[in-house]
């Protein structure tokens, strides 16, 4: 095993809603790929190899503020994206918090969709 997350799906109840959230607060486009009759994915931007990952509305696409936490690089700072956040529709629900070691900082918000999504950067 190269990295322990390959791909990631965040649920969404409304995609064009979640998509704009996410470009919005990202300030990054995302591609809109059809899987199957039912479901619609936003695919963030990613490069290969590396880890990837969508938001996703279909069947069984359940938006929750509990369970796995999916933490999203921002650039070129954490403050920038979180500047964007209430514009975008999302809320804040824990404030920037500094990792020990240079490690970097990160907060956590609530989407669109209602889901709990860390953020990450390295200032």
């Known amino acids: 095993m190269t990295n322990a997350i390959n791909w990631f799906?965040?649920?969404a109840r409304d995609i064009d809603r979640a998509q704009r959230f996410y470009e919005k607060l990202l300030g990054a486009s995302l591609?809109?790929?059809?899987?199957?009759p039912e479901t619609t994915l936003a695919?963030?931007?990613?490069?290969?190899?590396?880890a990837g990952g969508c938001v996703m509305a279909g069947p069984g696409a359940t938006p929750a503020g509990t369970g796995t936490l999916v933490y999203?690089?921002?650039?070129?700072?954490?403050d920038s994206a979180l500047a964007r956040l209430a514009a975008a529709g999302g809320k804040l629900l824990t404030p920037k918090v500094t990792l020990p070691d240079g490690m970097g900082v990160f907060a956590h918000?609530?989407?669109?969709?209602?889901?709990?999504?860390g953020l990450h950067a390295l200032t």
């Open 72 to 78: 999203l690089g921002v650039a070129p700072t954490l």
């Open 9 to 11: 799906e965040i649920p």
């Open 31 to 36: 591609r809109r790929e059809a899987m199957g």
């Open 109 to 117: 918000i609530e989407d669109s969709e209602g889901n709990r999504v």
């Open 43 to 50: 695919v963030f931007p990613y490069t290969e190899p590396g």
